[in-house]
T-cell receptor, first 115, second 108 residues
């Protein structure tokens, strides 16, 4: 089954404790991306990657890191989480073509709480 | 990046009625995508519009791209309880820019 998986699905942590949220897709998609969703703000892009070893900032990259060492994986790293990073996080992937011609497939989401 | 504004933020609809949600931009859009997110779920792609004046239908859903490619609309006819959720428009220029969404509730 074609899918995007994220782990963990739920995480409660404390300020400053480094964490990683994993994302994996089995569709051989070149493009992967991370979003955060907050009430009233919709989905905001954190980082995206057009292919292996190619990453770029989205609209809200501060406090986050990513890496793309393999095509299927795109982990999101919070080196020193803070309470304002409490949010619902989605990973997404798609094929690459033209200027965003393909639909994005979203993972199930990771609900992160930082206390 | 480019921003898309979406109205209304909330839509309370009587079952069987029609409603429309709008997506507007101050600049010309290369494309517009629509996604639906059910409560507790993740966004799911509905459709993409690329051409000026384009109209696409999916059963009771009608999607339209404005002639100037600065706005788009989603019209749902005969609303059903299965239409509950949040509908997002998004400019997919890889730096994907989502509108804030229209959250739809349905009164049976």
């Amino acid at each position: 089954e074609a899918q995007v998986t994220q782990n963990p699905r739920y995480l409660i942590t404390v300020t400053g404790k480094k964490l990683t949220v994993t994302c994996s897709q089995n569709m051989n998609h070149e493009y992967m991306s991370w979003y955060r969703q907050d009430p009233g703000l919709g989905l905001r892009q954190i980082y995206y990657s057009m292919n292996v070893e190619v990453t770029d900032k989205g609209d809200v990259p501060e406090g986050y890191k990513v890496s793309r060492k393999e095509k299927r994986n795109f982990p999101l790293i919070l080196e020193s989480p803070s309470p304002n990073q409490t949010s619902l996080y989605f990973c997404a992937s798609s094929l690459v073509g033209g200027r965003g011609e393909y639909e994005q497939y979203f993972g199930p989401g990771t609900r992160l709480t930082v206390t | 990046g480019q921003q898309v504004m979406q109205i209304p933020q909330y839509q309370h609809v009587q079952e069987g009625e029609d409603f429309t949600t709008y997506c507007n931009s101050s600049t010309t859009l290369s494309n517009i995508q629509w996604y639906k997110q059910r409560p507790g779920g993740h966004p799911v792609f509905l459709i993409q519009l690329v051409k000026s004046g384009e109209v696409k239908k999916q059963k009771r859903l009608t999607f339209q791209f404005g002639e100037a490619k600065k706005n788009s609309s989603l019209h749902i006819t005969a609303t059903q309880t299965t239409d509950v959720g949040t509908y997002f428009c998004a400019l997919n220029d890889y730096k994907l820019s989502f509108g804030a969404g229209t959250t739809v509730t349905v009164r049976a």
